[in-house]
């Protein structure tokens, strides 16, 4: 047990060593030298927990999507929850924002960005489909359709908020997406009832409600 | 006259060699020199329009708003336009296709991106004011703030469709995207009479009613 939580331990310090330095020399100048000297661990512990630089790349992004978020009688409010939360890390944990920083990268040489959205879409298309079956969605929405237009929003949002701030007002604008895009997709009586307060991320963080779900040793 | 077309033609032919060059080399690794060479044109005569690789940018920058479109009776409509025109200027013309690439360019070092999105914004806003004045917005709608997720969101919508399809859904998503939101800032009578089709773009181009601006020589 106190081995698997060392293993949990050392993945973690090389995903924070990779997104660090993804982040300062960008994906395609980074080598995996010097992520081993930031990270301060031996070849043979990154390579039994990465294979390659895409790898890395591909365990950042599954740290994104790494929080489990308390239940809630109405799947459209986890849907707000998991987006208002995640404005937040963007704007405090430098791994989710790498995560961001590596699918937007344009100049990324040899690595398959979609799965970073793949993954954020198919979370995303998942609660809008168990929204779509408790009766919350009106009744023309499609959540694939959905789904891939709130992914690709938010990613608009956050980085005009990077290019405007730093991502200070992230969790405003967020807020401003989801007043503008659920009147289009929700029952009106399931509208009234959304907690999309500004604040509401930092409480449920604060509340000690947000586990991270266990990660794969 | 003659002169004039020609300081125009020029003018052209140089943001179209700057926009291939950053497009293959990013703009931080583009020189002049290439730009030059592409363009066929004089180092007198790129200086004469440019005074640097910035201000190349700012003119590929202001490209993508150098259309008119037809006025319509509603500003909402004129709005869902400029979005179907835009998407349809971005898979066909490959100055349009570099503006927003420069604009989303996380790695485009020295080069200030806000322009871009600054005038953009400012066009949307001044639409959607004119459309509060005019009536048709729902009364809680701020345009400064509707216009900033457009952009924010169109900006999104664009890159996922490049991720996904080298942009070949990109009217699809567009309309997907006014369908989700426009139910959220516009007054029912005005939104039941948009016509928000994939084709309409097409349709407009097709005319010959879109006519660009005189630009300065």
Redesign the interface.
């Known amino acids: 047990m106190a081995r698997q939580e060392r293993a949990i331990r050392t993945r973690r310090t090389i995903l924070e060593a990779a997104a660090a330095v993804f982040d300062e020399r960008?994906y395609t100048s980074a080598t995996i030298g010097e992520i081993l000297e930031r990270a301060g661990v031996t070849k043979g512990a990154l390579y039994f927990h990465f294979g390659s630089k895409e790898e890395l790349a591909l365990g950042i992004f599954e740290e994104q999507l790494a929080v489990s978020l308390p239940p809630q009688p109405s799947k459209l409010q986890e849907l707000v929850d998991s987006g208002l939360v995640l404005a937040l890390r963007l704007r405090t944990e430098p791994l989710v924002r790498a995560s961001v920083?590596l699918a937007?990268?344009?100049?990324a040489l040899g690595l398959d960005?979609?799965p970073a959205?793949g993954m954020w879409i198919d979370q995303t298309e998942r609660l809008l489909n168990e929204a779509k079956a408790g009766g919350e969605l009106l009744p023309h929405v499609d959540p694939a359709?959905?789904a891939?237009?709130l992914?690709?929003?938010?990613?608009?949002?956050q980085?005009?908020?990077q290019?405007?701030c730093q991502r200070e007002d992230l969790e405003r604008?967020v807020v401003?997406?989801f007043?503008?895009?659920?009147?289009?997709?929700a029952v009106p009586a399931v509208l009234a009832r959304l907690d999309i307060a500004e604040n509401r991320a930092a409480g449920l963080v604060a509340q000690g409600r947000m586990e991270p779900i266990a990660e794969a040793g």
Do not use: Y
């Open positions: 960008g920083g937007l990268d344009q100049g960005r979609t959205f359709e959905t891939e237009l992914v690709a929003s938010f990613s608009g949002v980085l005009l908020s290019l405007r604008r401003i997406l007043h503008h895009l659920l009147p289009g997709i």
